[in-house]
């Protein structure tokens, strides 16, 4: 089992940046394909990026490629999201997500999940 604990979440004007990290917990954090995804109010929870297991590969949603990165640092257990260029539409909590296969944007390929941190973005 891994435990996942979000931060870096806040308030950001359009166009700004904000860099969200993911500390990790328990079980070898290198053993899990890892994921950002966001729950917008009234919505569903969408994909964002994934990264396998050693960051040799990414994944990004078209709403964020080329404005969005994501990253691990598997001797530190965090893995990190930076985001660039934020849009109020970015706004939602966001959540970071432990699985087992790559490569996959389903939530549901996803056992272990944190508790979510606020990004706001305001126009």
């Known amino acids: 089992q891994v435990q996942l604990v979000e931060s870096g979440g806040g308030l950001v004007q359009a166009g700004g940046s904000l860099r969200l990290s993911c500390a990790a917990s328990g079980r070898t954090f290198s053993s899990y394909v890892m994921g950002w995804f966001r729950q917008a109010p009234g919505k569903e929870r969408e994909s964002v990026a994934a990264?396998?297991?050693?960051?040799?590969?990414?994944y990004y949603e078209d709403s964020v490629k080329g404005r969005f990165t994501i990253s691990r640092d598997n001797a530190k257990n965090t893995l990190y999201l930076q985001m660039n260029s934020l849009k109020p539409e970015d706004t939602a909590v966001y959540f970071c997500?432990?699985?087992?296969?790559?490569?996959?944007?389903?939530?549901?390929?996803?056992?272990?999940w944190g508790q979510g941190t606020q990004v706001t973005v305001s126009s």
């Open positions: 997500a432990a699985g087992g296969s790559w490569p996959t944007n389903n939530p549901r390929a996803y056992a272990y």
């Open positions: 990264i396998s297991w050693r960051g040799g590969s990414k």
